[in-house]
Structures are given as C-alpha cells and as structure tokens.
C-alpha cells in the first residue's frame, strides 16, 4: 500500500466509464499507454484485480465494481464535480441500456432527447432486446424487464404499469363479422408472438384473452406484428403507447378487454451503488411517472 498513488483514481474511474484505453485516454488527455500504466500500479498497490481484460475492452471486477464507489467519493471532495454543475452534466463514459422492443420506440420519442440534454457527455448504448440478456455476464448496465428478477445479486425496481389492448384495422373490421363479445374472437385471425420464443411470460396475452386464440401470423417482433396489424391482415393485442400513435387502429372491446403489465429496472447489485448508475436511474423513474398517462390510460380514457 505504501506506493498507493491516489491521483490513480481518475484514471481508474475514466476506465471505469469508457471500458476502453482510448475513450479514457482521450477523456483525460493522456495517451492509451500511459492509462493502462497507472491501471497497473493501481492494481498492484491495491494487490487487487479492478478490471478484466478482453478483446472488447476493460469491464470491471467485482473489486472494481465496489472501488467504483469510493473513487467517486473522492472525485466529488476534490472538486470533480463542479459547484452549479448539474448532477447530469459530470457524469461521461459509456452506458448501456437494454430494452424490450416496444419500449425502445417509447423511450427514443420521448425520454432520449431530455436524456440527451440532461447527460451531454454520457454515451448510450440502447440495445434493443429480443430475448433476456446474460446479466451475468453484464451484457448491460442497466435492464428494463417485463418482471421482477427476484435471484442472484440483483435488484429490480418498478418502473410502470402499461396497459393493453386487442387492435384492428378499420377496413379489417369492415371486412369482418361484427365483434360484439369475448366469444365472438376466436372466429377472426389473430397475430401474436411465437410462443417457445417467448422471453418474458407476461407476453402470452391470447390465453389470456380466450383459451381458444390461435394466430395465424406469429412473429418475436412486436413491430413486424404491428405492420401486419396495420396492413389489415388480422387482430392483435398491443401496447395502448403504441397503437394509438396510428389513427387507422381501432381497439376491440375496449371497454371488456384491457390487460395491464409493468416494466421494472434491473441492475446488478454492484452496479446500483455507483453514481452515475444511480443518477440515470432516478432520472428513469421520474420520466416514466410523468408518462403514467400514456403508458397506462385508465379503463375510461381514451385507447
């Protein structure tokens, strides 16, 4: 510990946030070699393994992952973070956010651009998610998931409910026999996901719906779902954010028919203890309690 050099923390948390020599480098205005220098005498000092390296960059170790905090600790009493400075404006390096594909559309038109404006110097990975990520192997910073995840060194926070609805083409239901009851369903083509490919239990909404539900046009895409919706090619339950963006959808027993499913926030335990984890996931949470109207209208509301 004697050669400990605390003016190592910087180039530790610039690795920490850009996971790549050349980002940290190019943040702190050093040159590659001399960041991956100082890395090596911090983790020597420290007889400890801060990051693991890959071909895809530096990620850090559990040990890491706990020094994260207390370096920024220090950054904020030595002045890092500037008085009158937006907790936003400090925070830089390279975030990834994974989603479920309907809600990667409601974010990128609604929240990225304040997102943009309150986190300037921070880059976002926004991964669209078709099927559940390693959190293991953080493929992630952070996970919007359709539920709880309730083991492992975890944690999930609710985010917000958002409601659904069955949705039709209005010349489909010119073409079609009437709608009048929950019985009357099974006699029209349905849409849907494809059932063994289902990430995320929530998604078998037609059981739900009616045990007799069978579609005719399967797809993991809820976007390629949505298109064969709009082409009239049959009924399909959408999120109400997402439908009623398209004038030409009518809801289906609006008034008989509406499910309800809730969005959480995941993260790696480690993960939620730094600041700029923290941060983004506050600002998250406010984002998504301003839109509780969009997301989920209620019984009487409009579809």
């Given amino acids: 510990m004697s050669q400990f050099n605390w003016d ?15 980002g940290a480098a190019r943040h702190l205005g050093a040159s590659h070699v001399t960041v991956a220098r100082r890395i090596d ?28 905090e207390a370096a920024e600790r220090m950054e904020e009493a030595s002045g890092g973070v500037q008085p009158g400075q937006s907790v936003g404006q400090g925070l830089s390096g390279t975030l990834r956010l994974a989603v479920p594909e309907g809600f990667s559309a409601f974010f990128s038109q609604t929240i ?8 300037p110097s921070l880059s976002l990975d ?32 609710h985010l917000a409910d958002y409601r659904l609805r069955i ?8 073409r079609h026999p009437v709608i009048r009851s929950r019985d009357d369903l099974p006699a029209h083509r349905f849409l849907g996901y494809i059932e063994d490919m289902l990430f995320a239990p929530g998604l078998d909404y037609l059981n739900e719906v009616h045990p007799a539900l069978r579609p005719v046009f399967k797809s993991s895409s809820i976007f390629n779902q949505l298109t064969a919706v709009q082409q009239g090619l049959g009924l399909c339950v959408l999120p109400c954010y997402l439908a009623r963006r ?17 969005y959480w926030l995941t993260c790696h335990a480690d993960t939620r203890q730094t600041r700029r984890e923290r941060t983004v996931i506050s600002f998250l949470a406010g984002e998504m309690a301003q839109a509780a109207a969009i997301l989920a209208p209620g019984e009487a509301d409009p579809p």
């Fill in 112 to 119: 990225l651009p304040r997102f943009i404006d309150r986190f």
């Fill in 41 to 68: 005498r911090l983790e020597a000092a420290l007889h400890q393994r801060l990051f693991e390296r890959s071909a895809r960059g530096y990620a850090l170790t559990a040990s890491g992952r706990r020094m994260v």
């Fill in 167 to 174: 949705y039709a083409a209005r010349d489909y239901l010119d």
């Fill in 246 to 262: 398209d004038a030409g959808l009518v809801p289906v027993l609006p008034a008989n028919i509406s499910l309800v499913r809730s």
């Fill in 126 to 157: 926004l991964i669209t998610m078709t099927q559940v990520l390693s959190l293991s192997r953080r493929e992630a910073d952070l996970t919007v998931t359709l539920g709880q995840v309730g083991r492992g060194a975890y944690l999930s926070e």
């Fill in 8 to 22: 190592d923390m910087q180039y530790f948390l610039a690795l920490a946030r850009h996971g790549q020599l050349t």
